[in-house]
Structures are given as structure tokens and as C-alpha cells.
């Protein structure tokens, strides 16, 4: 997608296989599948990966009751992100904060994840995990705002008042009000 200037953004959006406690074997695959690709294709490789990985890397404080999942899942989505020079980003804003994407009656885990290269992720803030806001969805939503280097820096804009309170006679009246005292209080400090 186009992005700023002459950049285009590369964005990867998966949703990998499950795993369980002790079979990652579909999810290696995955991972091991889009590795072949994108070192043949190496001018395709994504700036950003986002979506559901269906396992964490750090069991100890990803998941809830903590449990590492299978190490052939775990080192096929890092020799991926290896191949792709890409790092979660959540993790590393926050290295020590647990924070869960999808709830089960018995476990929490942060298996949605968005990672990016270095340059887009030193240039990124306001991570966000928060719920979607579509009723029965069993997912948390991560969010963050990706800016490029060398975009300009802008504030939120002149705030001004909502053109419809300006027809509004009470507000204007105290407005009006407020105002007269204010230049009263002025000129007696003058």
C-alpha cells in the first residue's frame, strides 16, 4: 500500500494453525512455507506481519497459567522473522507487561501480535490491546500507530468549537457573559 512519498508498505496479515501442548507441527509448516517464499521473493519481504499466530514465543509471560508451546512452532516463527528482520513490537515497547489478546474459562494468551521492521517500530506508538467492539468476537484487538521517519510531526490541529454549539443561545449567553467579566477582571489588573 501506498504510504508516504515514493514508499509503499509491505503488511503481512496471517492467521496461522493452532497448536496444542505438544503438537506445533501445522504451525511450523506455516511458518516454514512463508520463509521459502519471501527468501525467494526477498523484494516482497513484509515491513509489518500482523494477526493471530495461534501460539506464543514466551510462555512465562505471554500466556496464562504460563506454559511454553512446541519448540518446532516457536523456532520456525523466529527463523521467519529472522529471514524478514521483523520484532514484535509489543513486546518490545513493553518487556515486562502481561497483556492477553484471547480468553478461554481456563487460560490467557497474547497470541495477535503485530511485528515490524526497526526503522517502522522506532518510529511507532500508542500500542493498544483492547477489545474489538464487535459483540461475541473472542479476540483482543492490538492496535498501534505507525508513523515513517521522515513524515513531519503534527499535533492534533487547531482545536475549534463545534459549529453547531455556536447556534446554541445558552451557550453563547454565558459565553457572551464569561467573556465581559474576564475583560473586567483585565482592566482592574491594568
Known amino acids: 500500500m501506498h504510504w508516504h ?22 504451525n511450523a509448516e506455516f511458518w516454514e ?12 519481504k513484509p ?5 493471530d499466530m495461534n501460539m506464543v514465543e514466551a510462555g512465562l509471560i505471554d500466556r496464562l497459567p504460563a506454559r511454553d508451546d512446541p519448540e518446532d512452532a516457536v523456532d520456525a516463527l523466529d527463523e521467519f522473522k529472522m529471514l524478514t528482520q521483523l520484532r514484535d513490537g509489543w513486546r518490545n ?3 515486562d507487561r502481561k497483556a492477553f489478546t484471547f480468553t478461554t474459562a481456563r487460560s490467557e494468551s497474547r497470541i495477535d501480535r503485530i511485528y515490524m521492521t526497526d526503522a517502522i517500530l522506532n518510529a511507532s506508538r500508542d500500542w493498544k490491546i483492547q477489545p474489538t467492539g464487535i459483540p461475541g468476537a473472542d479476540h483482543w484487538m492490538v492496535s ?17 468549537i463545534p459549529r453547531h454549539i455556536l447556534k446554541d443561545k445558552t451557550f453563547m449567553q454565558y459565553t457572551l457573559k464569561r467573556g465581559h467579566e474576564t475583560d473586567k477582571e483585565l482592566e482592574e489588573i491594568e
Open 47 to 51: 515491513d509489518i506481519m500482523a494477526g
Open 144 to 160: 498501534v500507530l505507525a508513523s515513517h521517519m521522515d513524515a513531519l510531526t503534527m499535533g492534533r490541529g487547531r482545536w475549534a
Open 33 to 44: 512455507e512463508l520463509h521459502i517464499y519471501f527468501d525467494r521473493h526477498p523484494s516482497k
Open 93 to 95: 515497547t513493553y518487556p
Open 5 to 26: 512519498r515514493e514508499r509503499n508498505l509491505k503488511i503481512l496479515v496471517v492467521y496461522a494453525p493452532n497448536v496444542t501442548a505438544t503438537d506445533g507441527k501445522d
